[in-house]
T-cell receptor, first 109, second 117 residues
Framework: GQNIDQPTEMTATEGAIVQINCTYQTSGFNGLFWYQQHAGEAPTFLSYNVLDGLEEKGRFSSFLSRSKGYSYLLLKELQMKDSASYLCASMDSNYQLIWGAGTKLIIKP | GAVVSQHPSRVICKSGTSVKIECRSLDFQATTMFWYRQFPKKSLMLMATSNEGSKATYEQGVEKDKFLINHASLTLSTLTVTSAHPEDSSFYIC?????????????FGPGTRLLVL
């Protein structure tokens, strides 16, 4: 079956660094996506990894290991506005996104 | 770039009426559009996938006669909730994928919050 696992909730301190992990099992693989979703709003695209390694984009970085079926999203210099749910999604062989349940990130001052 | 709009953002209707939601890709051509619904504090649930000019592909358990999808052009898809019931109240979100940057990324509209009384 197809499965995406990510922690349900994480808490971090403003100014710190947090890593949100995601493991995936999908029928085929065409890339791993991370989206941010604030409460009551639609998801916004953060990153797309299709090759192994780290992709850095400002305060956010995303890592992929295809052999391990593993990705993480790294958020640096956390700000209060980063409090949101972070959704991991794997694209399968049919180019369909298989979604994780999301990780709710709580930032404390 | 890669902006998707959705209209209306919020709608309240009476039970038994039909509601149409529009999804538009504003600055790119969307070869594929997706319709999701999301209940509070729950993950996204894919309802259907539509390609321009062809019939939508519905996910298991989604009634195609109740949720009518039309993808008439490369920039517009509509979802019509027919004979709405209170249990159809939800957050409906569309996304579009196509000729914008990398062609695999889905870009989401802002969502439509439907409340059926």
């Amino acid at each position: 079956g197809q499965n995406i696992d990510q922690p349900t909730e994480m808490t971090a301190t403003e100014g710190a660094i947090v890593q949100i992990n995601c493991t995936y099992q999908t029928s085929g693989f065409n890339g791993l996506f991370w989206y941010q979703q604030h409460a009551g709003e639609a998801p916004t695209f953060l990153s797309y990894n299709v090759l192994d390694g780290l992709e850095e984009k400002g305060r956010f970085s995303s890592f992929l290991s295809r052999s391990k079926g593993y990705s993480y999203l790294l958020l640096k210099e956390l700000q209060m506005k980063d409090s949101a749910s972070y959704l991991c999604a794997s694209m399968d062989s049919n180019y369909q996104l298989i979604w994780g349940a999301g990780t709710k990130l709580i930032i404390k001052p | 770039g890669a902006v998707v709009s959705q209209h209306p953002s919020r709608v309240i209707c009476k039970s038994g009426t039909s509601v149409k939601i529009e999804c538009r890709s504003l600055d790119f051509q969307a070869t594929t559009m997706f319709w999701y619904r999301q209940f509070p504090k729950k993950s996204l649930m894919l309802m259907a996938t539509s390609n321009e000019g062809s019939k939508a592909t519905y996910e298991q358990g989604v009634e195609k006669d109740k949720f009518l999808i039309n993808h008439a052009s490369l920039t517009l898809s509509t979802l019509t909730v027919t004979s709405a019931h209170p249990e159809d109240s939800s957050f409906y979100i569309c996304s579009a994928r196509g000729l914008a940057g990398d062609s695999e990324t889905q870009y989401f509209g802002p969502g439509t919050r439907l409340l059926v009384l």
